[in-house]
C-alpha cells in the first residue's frame, strides 16, 4: 500500500483552488431552497405502508459518515452448500464494518444480488438478506442497481445431465419481508421496481431508495438526498446523487437522459455550486480508464489493490463533462470491479474512487471490506478511508481542499 503524502495532496489542493470558482457563501441554502428539494430534489415512489422517513442530518458536534457496501452479490448457487455460506460471510463482513464505525447512513452500491444465479420467483428475498444487518441497526440506507441485480436466470448446463435439476431452496423470510411462501419458488425474474418496492415495505421508514423519473425507465434508482445542517437552520451540507448506470436488463450506460435530468435537478437544486455534491453509480465510466494506475498506486492516487483493468460503461453520454465543469462535484463513487480499490484526481477537478469489494459473492477473493466516507460540517471536509472485514483501517485520503 502507498499512500499520497501531505505536500502532494497540497499540492493537488492548490491546483484545485485555482481552477475553482469558490462562492462566499459555501453552504448557505435560503429557506426557498427546501420545497425545492422536497419537490423537484426526490422523486419519491413509496409504497403507501411505508412510515415517512426523516430528513438526514449531522448529528450535532459530530460528523456525518456513510458506509458504502458494494458488490455483495447475494444468492449466488443457493441450491448449494457454498452458496448459503459466502451470503453469511457477506453479513458478517458488513456487521463488523457496521459495528467498528457505526455510520449514520448506508449506500449499497449496486450488484446487491447475481440474479442470473437466482432461480427463484423473486430475488427480493436475497435482497432483503443483504439489506438485514443494516436495518438490524436502525441505521438508514439506499441503494442503487448494478448490472447483475436485475440479470435474466441462467440455467446451468449441468441441470440437464442425469442428476437434474436440484431443489430449489428459498431463503428464510424476515418477518418485515411482505413475501409469502405461498407464492413459491419459481423462475421469473425480479424487476428493478419490484426490487425498491419490496425494500421500501420492509425498510421501517429507514430506506430512501427511490424510483425515479419514469421517463428514465429502465433505468431506475436516480434520485437526490440532501444531507442537513445539524442546527435548526434549513441548510443543506451536502447532496448526494444516485445514477442507475445500468446493465442486466438493459445496456451498460448512463443515457443521455439522464445527463439531461442531473444537469436540470443540480441547476435547481444547487444553481451557485455552493453546495458540495458527491455522486454514485455503479459501472465506473470510461473516465476512469484515463486516471487509472498502469501497475503500482502511486500518489496523488490512494489506495491498496490494482489488481484488474477497468471494466466501463459501454458508451459516454457526456455525463463525466457535466461534472468536470461542476466544482461543487467533489467525487464519484462506484464498484463493479472487485480488484480495484483506489482514488484518483481526474482533471484537476474531481475524485474517481473505487469503492471496496464487500461481499464473497462475485469474482476474486480479495480481502473483503468498505470504503467510508466521513463529512465534517465545519470547516467542510470529506475524509475517505477502507475498513477491513479485519479491523484494519488504510487509504485514507482527503476529497476536499481548505481554504
Not at 419490496?198 to 425507465?217: C, H, M, N, R, V
Not at 475524509?383 to 476529497?399: A, C, F, P, Q, Y
Amino acid at each position: 500500500m502507498k499512500e499520497r503524502s501531505k505536500d502532494t495532496q497540497t499540492l493537488f489542493c492548490s491546483i484545485v483552488l485555482n481552477n475553482m470558482k469558490r462562492s462566499s457563501s459555501f453552504l448557505i441554502f435560503t429557506v426557498l431552497s427546501l420545497p425545492l428539494i422536497s419537490a423537484v430534489g426526490w422523486e419519491l415512489s413509496i409504497p403507501s405502508t411505508t412510515t415517512a422517513r426523516s430528513r438526514l442530518r449531522v448529528r450535532e458536534g459530530s460528523r456525518f459518515k456513510i458506509a458504502i457496501f458494494a458488490d455483495l452479490h447475494f444468492g449466488e448457487d443457493s441450491w448449494t452448500d457454498w452458496g448459503p455460506r459466502q451470503d453469511e460471510n457477506s453479513v458478517n463482513v458488513m456487521s463488523k464494518v457496521l459495528d467498528a464505525e457505526t455510520p449514520d447512513f448506508v449506500v449499497y452500491l449496486g450488484d446487491v444480488v447475481t440474479a442470473n444465479n437466482i432461480a427463484i420467483h423473486t430475488a427480493s428475498l436475497f435482497w432483503d438478506k443483504a439489506i438485514s444487518p443494516t436495518r438490524d441497526r436502525n441505521i438508514p440506507w439506499t441503494s442503487l442497481f448494478g448490472n447483475h441485480d436485475d440479470a435474466s436466470f441462467v440455467w446451468p448446463l449441468d441441470w440437464f445431465s442425469s442428476s437434474g435439476i436440484p431443489p430449489i431452496i428459498c431463503p428464510s423470510v424476515s418477518n418485515s419481508s411482505s413475501w409469502s411462501s405461498d407464492d413459491g419458488c419459481g423462475f421469473r425474474g425480479t424487476t428493478r421496481v419490484e426490487l425498491i418496492q419490496e425494500e421500501l415495505k420492509a425498510a421501517k421508514a429507514l430506506s430512501y431508495s427511490t424510483i425515479g423519473p419514469k421517463e428514465l425507465w429502465p433505468s431506475v434508482s436516480n434520485y437526490v438526498i440532501p444531507v442537513e445542517s445539524s442546527d435548526d437552520s434549513i441548510q443543506v451540507v451536502a447532496l448526494l446523487y444516485f445514477l442507475d448506470s445500468g446493465g442486466g436488463s438493459y445496456p451498460e450506460v448512463i443515457s443521455n437522459a439522464q445527463v439531461e435530468w442531473f444537469k436540470t435537478k443540480s441547476n435547481t437544486l444547487n444553481p451557485d455550486l455552493s453546495i458540495p455534491e458527491l455522486i454514485f453509480w455503479h459501472i465506473p465510466s470510461k473516465a476512469y480508464k484515463k486516471v487509472a494506475p498502469r501497475l503500482w498506486i502511486t500518489r496523488p492516487c490512494v489506495g491498496s489493490i490494482n489488481k484488474e483493468r477497468v471494466a466501463a460503461q459501454e458508451a459516454e453520454n457526456g455525463m463525466m463533462r457535466v461534472l468536470e465543469k461542476r466544482s461543487s462535484v467533489k467525487a464519484v463513487f462506484v464498484g463493479h470491479n472487485h480488484g480495484l480499490d483506489w482514488c484518483c484526481p481526474y482533471k484537476d477537478k474531481l475524485w474517481l474512487c473505487f469503492a471496496r469489494h464487500t461481499g464473497y459473492g462475485g469474482y476474486g477473493n480479495w480481502p473483503r471490506g468498505s470504503r467510508i466516507l466521513e463529512i465534517t460540517e465545519v470547516p467542510f471536509r470529506i475524509k475517505s478511508w477502507i475498513r477491513m472485514e479485519d479491523g484494519t483501517v488504510h487509504s485514507e485520503v482527503n476529497l476536499t481542499c481548505d481554504d
